[in-house]
T-cell receptor, first 113, second 117 residues
Framework: AQSVSQHNHHVILSEAASLELGCNYS??????LFWYVQYPGQHLQLLLK??????LVKGIKGFEAEFIKSKFSFNLRKPSVQWSDTAEYFC???????????FGSGTQLTVLP | GAVVSQHPSRVICKSGTSVKIECRSLDFQATTMFWYRQFPKQSLMLMATSNEGSKATYEQGVEKDKFLINHASLTLSTLTVTSAHPEDSSFYICSARDTRGASGEQYFGPGTRLTVT
């Protein structure tokens, strides 16, 4: 069975700091990878996704993620965070023929003004 | 973009009663919808996969007789929590898979907060 690990449970940064949130998955075959964001009181929104091709994926709001197959990782990055980036971030994966998303435990990002 | 709605957004019910939650895809058809449960400060846990016109597929440990799922049309799936108990209090989220695109991206509803007293 596939699983997703997010090792950072809570990250606190000051505005303009750089961000990197870790995501590792366990599955040996073909995977589709996602990052979702959940702003306070709002529903999940897709930040970016990787299916194939260029392993460096650019998403909305200045976020990007890099798929490193050898490390089974899909870390999320942003060069300069803003206060409005305060939210919960979830990494998720589908694998093989499975249509279901498996979510990581989430990382709460707090950006201090 | 694709929109998924849930109704109600918040419901409080007494122990022993049943609650129905609706999930609708507003501007696309979804042969597959998913139901998740999210506990405070935790991740989303997949409960079941709802397939239009057929029985839902439940994840291990989810009681299918307690969480009844019906997917009667391409735009509507319902989750009924039967004989609810306080431990069923949670945030229930649905998502709908857009069948138009090759990626089959999932779009999430805003969630339903269930409180059982």
């Amino acid at each position: 069975a596939q699983s997703v690990s997010q090792h950072n449970h809570h990250v606190i940064l000051s505005e303009a700091a750089s961000l990197e949130l870790g995501c590792n998955y366990s599955y040996g075959g073909t995977v589709n990878l996602f990052w979702y964001v959940q702003y306070p009181g709002q529903h999940l929104q897709l930040l970016l996704k990787y299916f194939s091709g260029d392993p460096l994926v650019k998403g909305i709001k200045g976020f990007e993620a890099e798929f490193i197959k050898s490390k089974f990782s899909f870390n999320l990055r942003k060069p300069s965070v803003q206060w409005s980036d305060t939210a919960e971030y979830f990494c998720a994966v589908t694998s093989g023929s499975a249509r279901q998303l498996t979510f990581g435990s989430g990382t709460q990002l707090t950006v201090l003004p | 973009g694709a929109v998924v709605s849930q109704h109600p957004s918040r419901v409080i019910c007494k122990s022993g009663t049943s609650v129905k939650i609706e999930c609708r895809s507003l501007d696309f058809q979804a042969t597959t919808m998913f139901w998740y449960r999210q506990f405070p400060k935790q991740s989303l846990m997949l409960m079941a996969t709802s397939n239009e016109g057929s029985k839902a597929t439940y994840e291990q440990g989810v009681e299918k007789d307690k969480f009844l799922i019906n997917h009667a049309s391409l735009t509507l799936s319902t989750l009924t929590v039967t004989s609810a108990h306080p431990e069923d209090s949670s945030f229930y989220i649905c998502s709908a898979r857009d069948t138009r695109g090759a990626s089959g991206e999932q779009y999430f509803g805003p969630g339903t907060r269930l409180t059982v007293t």
